[in-house]
């Protein structure tokens, strides 16, 4: 992995990253971020990414059916960003899309996507072909030293028979996220507890098959969370 940030003046930073999986893959992504300041301490933000992945050599097996990623494939994803915040809160809206070239791959054992759709429980790495569009909202009140965020998002996946662009075969979805961070102090300094409940709707057709719904939509999943910050 190879890559770079450069400050193009007040308001204004790029970057830029390459990352080569011999023989299996290339993923190269291109950022860059915009800010400016208003009144009241407050600042508007925006920012616009491009990731493309192209098959390096077989993809990684000389067997087409073993391969991980389709020899000769390639993938292309770019997504938009706009929001405002001050020193407590922060709004934002983002929009994703993954083109039909193919499915963005990455091993998930290697970290999440970096979308700016992505939220908590969810993915959209194995996909192609993809329409994702996600508000969030988050707000810190430190007197009481507790974040809270609230994000919602639609997911327009493939047709779930389509398996070249759809991996695991997730329907469309609604995504629905609460998420509280409460740090403590004194003595327990160090210690965060969260608490994190994620909802997911199905919207696209499963056909009357459950197993595309099982863990998967239509569903509900409560998390909580205690971290210990050395």
């Known amino acids: ?21 011999e023989n299996i893959f290339n993923t190269a992504m291109l950022q860059a971020d915009f800010t400016a300041g208003l009144k009241n301490d407050r600042s508007i933000f925006a920012a616009a990414q491009v990731i493309r992945q192209d098959a390096v050599n077989n993809g990684g097996n000389n067997d087409a059916a073993k391969a991980y990623f389709e020899k000769g494939g390639k993938s292309i994803s770019f997504g938009l960003k706009a929001g405002c915040k001050n020193k407590l809160w922060e709004a934002s809206i983002n929009y994703n899309r993954i083109t039909s070239a193919g499915r963005y791959l990455m091993p998930r054992e290697w970290g999440r996507e970096p979308f700016f759709t992505f939220m908590q429980r969810e993915r959209n790495e194995g996909f192609g072909d993809v329409h994702a569009l996600m508000a969030r909202i988050d707000r810190n009140f430190r007197a009481q030293r507790l974040k809270i965020s609230l ?26 996220n609460g998420d509280m961070h409460y740090t403590f102090a004194g003595k327990l300094k160090g210690l965060e507890a969260q608490l994190l409940i994620t909802a997911k709707l199905k919207e696209g057709e499963t056909y009357g098959n459950k197993r595309y719904e099982f863990n998967k939509v239509n569903m509900v999943q409560y998390n909580c969370i205690l971290n210990y910050h050395f």
């Open 1 to 21: 992995m190879i890559g770079g940030r450069y400050a193009a003046g007040n308001h204004i930073r790029l970057q830029a990253w390459n990352l080569l999986t």
């Open 151 to 176: 994000a919602t998002g639609y997911y327009q996946m493939p047709d779930i028979k389509n398996y070249r662009l759809n991996k695991y075969g997730l329907p469309s979805y609604w995504h629905i």
